[in-house]
């Protein structure tokens, strides 16, 4: 986790911005909106690779930094780092940093409401995947969601 970034706004944004006490937090305020707005789960159909990311935003002042776990998981991507470097492009775009977890597989079948969990990642390592079941449970409560793990 670098603190390059919470550094520099933080002390960038006094200089940039008169009266910058106020605007800082309204920054972190802001970024903290940012960081509930990330959808939890976004997974593709079928069979494809997925990787368990935590989403930090800013530290606050009394040293807590706010943090949320994703699951994300696209057929497009070859790799799992294909789907992190996505991922974490796009929320370091909106002020945010991540951590990938680790990655695995998932076989999503929703016309059977059915999802399997299972595998590892050869660059990030096995996800928790009893972790990942609780995030997908919250976008398909209605599914059966199992964890394995056997298979790559």
Known sequence: MSSICRLGIK??????????????RTFARMVD???????????DEGIFKYVL?????????????????????????QWHSDIYDEVSS???GLGLETEC??????????????????????GYGKADHTETRRLLLTKYPDHNITCSDEGY
């Open 101 to 122: 977890l680790g990655g695995g597989r998932i076989e999503n079948r929703p016309d059977l409401k059915q999802i399997k969990v299972y595998g590892y990642s050869q």
């Open 11 to 24: 002390h960038l944004l006094p200089k940039v911005v008169p009266g910058s006490n106020v605007c800082w």
């Open 33 to 43: 909106a940012k960081l509930d707005a990330v959808p939890v789960v976004e997974i």
């Open 90 to 92: 796009a929320l370091l």
């Open 53 to 77: 990311i935590k989403v930090y935003g800013k530290e606050k002042t009394d040293g807590s930094e706010p943090s949320k776990l994703i699951v994300r998981g696209f057929d497009r991507a």
